[in-house]
């Protein structure tokens, strides 16, 4: 039995950089005699045998040969393979590409055999942002996505290489080369025009709705949660009629439902269903929040409060537009969740929750007064 560190593993010990995550490549030996080897080993492999063995990924060849191997990976810089005794064998452009920082394919057919590729191709521009997307891998990601094969991946693929590209130093780069090689359809369909939409006039935005949305999620990155909310915040601009450009009047409302959508699409666990989906409903509330009405204020931070969204949604409207609230909703919800009904007022329904937001309300009046905030 041979084993070998594989992947982005080497990469990034090439790169002198800290190694997160170690992938095995196993020869020598066939799967069900490296499962009596590891009783503790459990296969979590689809399309080909991959076994997990406390927490460490091995799998098996997809090729007959080492070199064919490293030329049936994603790209060229991931191609790579060390032995026990530290031997290299890598893709004949795979360190050429590492040192010129280019993303490149390792061949055309591995994208046409696994369109998943196409994702992680996006994922690791963001990942790798100085890294850069060569003009062939650009070209066969949009040969993929011309022939429909992208609708075959099965979503909970899509939603794991998401949340990944969701994690990584400069997230927008996965919709900026998804978008740039018409591969946002059918996953990402709500922005798949975003590109030709202005995000809204002159000075506020000099930007498409998806270069916009690419910044947003640049911005907040670090934080998964937030990213998300920064791709699903302004998909209602996609909505918005053409005559009406460049202003999206209630976008806000009308990007709700899209948003869920998506999120429900791509298999995201519910949290990030719900983040996405209040991201788009409350954001420009959020935004104008000193001018918000008491009520209105009690309506938007309960609904926030139900999934601690409410610092992730004032994140949002920092890297939105550059307004700062300091930590006045924070105060605020303090405020009204310190509010109890007189027990003559529990237990009466619709009636308990109307009484309840009308003394919420005037709870932040009362303390807005005091304040002396209009």
Same mark, same amino acid.
């Given at each position: 039995m041979n084993i070998y560190l594989a992947g982005g593993a080497v990469r990034d010990i090439l790169l002198g950089r800290r190694v997160s995550d170690r992938d095995y490549l196993v020869t020598g030996i066939d799967k069900d005699s490296f499962a009596k080897t590891f009783p503790q080993a459990r296969e979590v492999g689809v399309a080909f045998p991959v076994f997990l063995v406390e927490g460490l990924e091995f799998s098996f060849p997809r090729a007959a040969s080492l070199e064919k191997e490293v030329k049936a990976r994603d790209l060229t810089v991931n191609a790579m393979l060390v032995d026990d005794e530290g031997e290299l064998f890598c893709h004949p452009d795979a360190l050429d590409d590492l040192h010129a920082?280019?993303?490149?394919?390792?061949?055309?057919?591995?994208?046409?055999?696994?369109?998943?590729?196409?994702?992680? &191709?996006?994922?690791?521009? @963001?990942?790798? *942002?100085?890294?850069?997307?060569? +003009?062939? #891998?650009?070209?066969?990601? =949009?040969?993929?996505?011309?022939?429909?094969?992208?609708?075959?991946?099965?979503?909970?693929?899509?939603?794991?290489?998401?949340?990944?590209?969701?994690?990584?130093?400069?997230?927008?780069?996965?919709?900026?080369?998804?978008?740039?090689?018409?591969?946002?359809?059918?996953?990402?369909?709500?922005?798949?025009? &975003?590109?030709?939409?202005? @995000?809204?006039? *002159?000075?506020?935005?000099?930007? +498409?709705? #998806?270069?916009?949305?690419? =910044?947003?999620?640049?911005?907040?990155?670090?934080?998964?949660?937030?990213?998300?909310?920064?791709?699903?915040?302004?998909?209602?601009?996609?909505?918005?009629?053409?005559?009406?450009?460049?202003?999206?009047?209630?976008?806000?409302?009308?990007?709700?439902?899209?948003?869920?959508?998506?999120?429900?699409?791509?298999?995201?666990?519910?949290?990030?269903?719900?983040?996405?989906?209040?991201?788009?409903?409350?954001?420009?509330?959020?935004? =104008?929040?000193?001018?918000?009405?008491?009520?209105?204020?009690?309506?938007?931070?309960?609904?926030?409060?139900?999934?601690?969204?409410?610092?992730?949604?004032?994140?949002?409207?920092?890297?939105?537009?550059?307004?700062d609230h300091g930590r006045r909703p924070e105060r605020d919800l303090r405020t009204i969740l310190g509010v109890r009904l007189a027990p003559e007022d529990c237990n009466q329904g619709e009636a308990s929750g109307i009484k309840l937001r009308q003394l919420r309300a005037k709870a932040l009046k009362d303390r807005d007064i005091r304040r002396g905030h209009k």
């Open positions: 920082r280019l993303l490149r394919p390792t061949s055309r057919q591995a994208f046409h055999d696994d369109p998943l590729r196409v994702f992680r &191709a996006a994922r690791f521009w @963001a990942k790798l *942002p100085e890294f850069q997307p060569t +003009d062939e #891998l650009v070209g066969l990601m =949009r040969e993929v996505a011309e022939s429909g094969a992208l609708k075959d991946i099965a979503p909970d693929r899509i939603g794991q290489e998401t949340r990944k590209a969701l994690r990584a130093r400069m997230p927008g780069n996965y919709l900026r080369l998804l978008g740039r090689t018409g591969c946002l359809s059918p996953w990402y369909e709500e922005l798949a025009n &975003a590109d030709g939409i202005p @995000a809204g006039p *002159p000075p506020y935005h000099d930007a +498409d709705v #998806l270069e916009h949305t690419c =910044r947003v999620m640049d911005y907040l990155s670090g934080d998964e949660i937030q990213v998300w909310m920064g791709l699903t915040h302004d998909i209602g601009k996609c909505l918005t009629p053409e005559d009406q450009w460049p202003h999206h009047f209630g976008h806000d409302m009308a990007g709700e439902a899209p948003a869920e959508a998506l999120g429900r699409r791509i298999r995201l666990p519910n949290l990030f269903i719900e983040a996405g989906a209040k991201a788009a409903r409350w954001h420009m509330n959020a935004s =104008r929040y000193d001018e918000l009405k008491p009520g209105t204020r009690v309506d938007m931070l309960m609904a926030l409060n139900h999934g601690d969204l409410v610092e992730p949604m004032f994140a949002l409207v920092r890297a939105d537009n550059d307004q």
